[in-house]
């Protein structure tokens, strides 16, 4: 029996990097997008080492470039890393998530495809 690699990559459409003018928020959390794709994105932003990971969350997101705003993106939590805290006494850290977009609009489809066309960086994401 062959068994997948651990690196095998399982997602169904390439992710692409933004500017950082593309900025990503939900009701208590504000950050920055890494990378993106139809199917999900990944974001990191600050919280307190124990604050609660959730396993999903509802985000948005705006280009402070174009105005380009999208929110009540329902989005299943994939992966959560936390960083080291930002200084040995802090409680503060980054936090990185994988999501997956889940029950998406057609409209949100729409918007994202927009997006994508728009604002993606013209290299893709290389896979870790």
Same mark, same amino acid.
């Given at each position: 029996?062959?068994?997948?690699?651990?690196?095998?990559?399982?997602?169904?459409?390439?992710?692409?990097?933004?500017?950082?003018?593309?900025?990503?928020?939900?009701?208590?959390?504000?950050?920055q997008?890494?990378?993106?794709?139809?199917?999900?994105?990944?974001?990191?932003?600050?919280t307190?080492?124990?604050?609660?990971?959730l396993?999903? #969350? =509802?985000?948005?997101? *705006?280009?402070t @470039?174009?105005?380009?705003?999208? %929110?009540?993106?329902?989005?299943?939590? !994939?992966? &959560?890393?936390?960083s080291?805290?930002?200084?040995?006494?802090s409680?503060?850290?980054?936090?990185?998530?994988? #999501? =997956?977009?889940?029950? *998406?609009?057609? @409209?949100?489809?729409?918007?994202? %495809?927009?997006?994508?066309?728009?604002? !993606?960086? &013209?290299?893709?994401?290389?896979?870790?």
């Amino acid at each position: 029996m062959v068994h997948p690699s651990p690196h095998t990559e399982r997602r169904r459409h390439p992710r692409y990097a933004v500017g950082d003018n593309v900025l990503v928020f939900s009701h208590d959390t504000f950050g920055q997008i890494m990378d993106i794709s139809k199917s999900g994105l990944a974001y990191r932003y600050l919280t307190a080492r124990d604050d609660t990971k959730l396993p999903d #969350v =509802e985000l948005g997101f *705006l280009n402070t @470039e174009n105005g380009f705003y999208i %929110d009540k993106l329902y989005c299943k939590i !994939i992966r &959560s890393n936390d960083s080291t805290p930002l200084h040995p006494s802090s409680n503060t850290l980054i936090r990185t998530n994988g #999501v =997956e977009f889940t029950q *998406l609009t057609d @409209e949100q489809r729409s918007f994202l %495809d927009s997006f994508l066309n728009q604002n !993606i960086a &013209s290299i893709q994401v290389s896979t870790p």
